[in-house]
């Protein structure tokens, strides 16, 4: 569905350099979210210190592979604290 989304503002005419995806910091297969690094989105790696979907030590080596494949500049981090009680 991430694909058909991106696919769907391309067409469009939106400039995917102004679009952040989120949420992709869960994935520890980075196909998609390499994919989505060359629409030219941005990369949204969030809910970092939450271990549900992965750790945050698997996340940062995500970022890290991201960095030295050269998506630095496209990389967000972020917290997605959307609860009171995470705080």
Known sequence: ???EQL???KDEKVD?????VGHLGDFR???????VAGQG?????DHIGMS????DR???KSVAQLVRDGFAHQILLSLDLCQKSRL
Not at 16 to 20: E, G, I, Q, S, Y
Not at 29 to 35: E, F, I, K, N
Not at 41 to 45: E, F, S, V
Request: net charge positive; proline share 0%.
């Open 29 to 35: 297969d980075l196909r998609r979210v390499y994919a």
């Open 7 to 9: 696919a769907i503002l």
């Open 16 to 20: 995917l350099r102004r679009v952040a």
């Open 1 to 3: 569905l991430l694909m």
């Open 41 to 45: 989105a941005y990369l949204g790696i």
């Open 52 to 55: 549900v979907q992965q750790t």
């Open 58 to 60: 698997q996340r940062a």
